[in-house]
């Protein structure tokens, strides 16, 4: 069983930066590819970014240059460095986990997921 918690969230204003962090608790943490995702109110979970167990890093074309996603594997956690946000990036910001070679940018390919963390960007 893996649990996962957000922390990191907030209120910021466009163009601000916000570092959202994850932590897992989990044996063999250096095996699961993990991700972040985000959802706003009842419309589809959207993907923003993913790093494999190896390290590659996988982006959605709207975080792609703005946002940068690293792991500690010695510390069990996975960050979100967010930079230059914008209005439309409020959102509930998941973090998931997966063990199965899956596509990285698919909610479905998720087991695990956190409870989320507010991210709430003003004009």
């Known amino acids: 069983q893996v649990q996962l918690v957000e922390s990191g969230g907030g209120l910021v204003q466009a163009g601000d930066s916000l570092r959202l962090s994850c932590v897992a608790s989990?044996?063999?943490?250096?095996?699961?590819?993990l991700a972040w995702f985000r959802q706003v109110g009842e419309k589809e979970r959207e993907f923003v970014a993913a790093?494999?167990?190896?390290?590659?890093?996988y982006y959605a074309d709207s975080s792609e240059g703005r946002f940068t996603m690293s792991r500690d594997d010695n510390e069990n956690t996975v960050d979100l460095q967010m930079n230059s946000l914008k209005p439309e990036d409020t959102a509930v910001y998941y973090c998931a986990a997966k063990s199965y070679s899956t596509s990285y940018n698919v909610r479905e390919s998720y087991s695990y997921w956190g409870p989320g963390t507010q991210v709430t960007v003003s004009s």
């Open positions: 989990v044996r063999n943490f250096n095996s699961y590819d």
């Open positions: 790093i494999s167990w190896s390290g590659v890093t």
